[in-house]
């Protein structure tokens, strides 16, 4: 199985911040790889896919890029309701693999 | 808007077999290039992928859970099934359907439902 390493683990920020969460690909997985925001009790939903294409209805705020094996999620200026947590997920192999999510809380 | 909504018990013994179904709305499970897919999440924990079913009923599983599972498709429901047999403690979490759309993408969810397992 491919494994995906998020780093940070856990990241605190203030409103207006400009945050970056990292996703690392244990072998190459082209640009198959989606970003996920969960917020307690909720489904994960969809914020960027194909490594930097914006889910419709998604703000613009959110950006990925990467390729390869390394990966990032920028948040350009954090609102009050970012702060939830993000996953990462390759969609290169099955079975499809998730990392072990990026928890965003307030500082 | 496509809506899925997870159904099925919340409480399943030791040993026995967790069944799931997911109605789906808004639009056709027999749409072409959708897979159906079924996610878990421990408590507390991340997300694990189980596995996915086409309209046609090819499936895919997770390897380690393959022996497990299995996933069924009623098209005249408009509905999709998870069974999970023998299970464990290990077995307790939320369970998300999900659509699979192209390219490869989780666009669609459920809102999740928590089975438990217990005695």
């Known amino acids: 199985d491919i494994q995906m390493t998020q780093s940070p683990s856990s990241l605190s920020a203030s409103v207006g911040d400009r945050v970056t969460i990292t996703c690392r690909a244990s072998q190459t997985i082209s640009t198959y790889l989606n970003w996920y925001q969960q917020k307690p009790g909720k489904a994960p939903k969809l914020l960027i896919y194909a490594a930097s294409s914006l889910q419709s209805g998604v703000p613009s705020r959110f950006s990925g890029s990467g390729s390869g094996t390394d990966f990032t999620l920028t948040i350009s200026s954090l609102q009050p309701e970012d702060f939830a947590t993000y996953y990462c997920q390759q969609t290169y192999n099955t079975p499809f693999t998730f990392g072990q999510g990026t928890k965003l809380d307030i500082k | 808007q496509v809506q899925l909504q997870e159904s099925g018990p919340g409480l399943v013994k030791p040993s026995q077999t967790l069944s799931l179904t997911c109605t789906v709305s808004g639009g056709s499970i027999s749409s072409k290039g959708y897979y159906w897919s079924w996610i878990r999440q421990h408590p507390g924990k991340g997300l694990e992928w189980i596995g996915y079913?086409?309209?046609?009923?090819?499936?895919y599983y997770k390897p380690s859970l393959k022996s497990r599972t299995t996933m069924s498709v009623d098209t005249s429901k408009n509905q999709f099934s998870l069974r999970l047999t023998s299970v464990t403690a290990a077995d307790t979490a939320v369970y998300y359907c999900a659509r699979l759309a192209d390219p490869r993408k989780l666009d669609y969810w459920g809102q999740g439902t928590l089975v438990t397992v217990s005695s």
């Open positions: 079913i086409y309209y046609s009923g090819s499936t």
